[in-house]
Structures are given as C-alpha cells and as structure tokens.
C-alpha cells in the first residue's frame, strides 16, 4: 500500500487528473498490526470487540446491527459508517475513501478498516424503523 499511496501522490503532483489512474489492490496490510479493538454503538452503550480475526462488518452484522455492505474489499464504500469518536487511532484499510476524508476520521469501510483503541460508531440502524 505505500508503493501505491506514493504513486498516488507522484500522479497528482505531475498535475495528472486522478480519474485517469488506473491500479489493481489485493487488500491492505494497513498501517497498524492487525489487533483486536473494541467498537461502541451510538446512544445505545454496547460495546463490542473485534477479534483480530474478524472484521467490524461481520461483527456487526452477526450481532444483529445491520450494516449493508457489497464488495467486502473496501472498494464500494457501502459499508461506510459514521465515527462519532476515536480513543485511538483508526487504520483505514480502504481505497474507497481519499486521503482527506481518511484524514478527517468522519466515516470507516466495516468491511477492512481497523482500529486500535476504541471507536464510537453510529450504523443508522433504528430499531423503531424496522
């Protein structure tokens, strides 16, 4: 992934428009070790661990708080949910996201981002919706 973050850059600093990069990824490694971390659900108060093993999606999803989600490569963006906080740090595992909205923290793709520490999420899941 630094290979291909650094070609990013050299593309965009050579004034190149970014929709005419073309690249291939077989997932991310990420930044940080792959490690257990805990994850909150706004307003609700349940916290739930992630296994080093599993991924947030499947956590969630299996823990009966519905996350959409399509590609599972963090390619499609679909799983994208909302950080209300970060006690730690997150590894965004995607390339959905640009390096701005990465940055910025607001939003993780469930399906391969991470976390160290604890985050506080918010699924748009309503209980009284359903």
């Not at 590894?91 to 604890?118: L, P, Y």
Request: with cysteine; proline share 4%.
């Amino acid at each position: 992934m630094p290979m291909l973050v650094a070609a990013r850059h050299a593309w965009i600093g050579a004034g190149r428009p970014l929709p005419d990069l073309r690249c291939e990824t077989f997932g991310s490694s990420g930044s940080l070790p792959t490690e257990t971390f805990r994850v909150r659900l706004k307003d609700s108060g349940i916290e739930l661990e992630i296994p080093r093993e599993r991924s947030m999606l499947d956590v969630l999803n299996t823990s009966g708080h519905d996350v959409m989600y399509d590609c599972k490569r963090g390619e499609c963006g679909l799983c994208a949910i909302d950080v209300i906080d970060v006690e730690g740090e997150i590894d965004h595992r995607d390339v959905f996201f640009c390096d701005h909205q990465k940055r910025s923290n607001e939003n993780i793709c469930a399906c391969v981002s991470r976390a160290r520490g604890t985050i506080t999420v918010d699924t748009l899941l309503r209980a009284d919706a359903i």
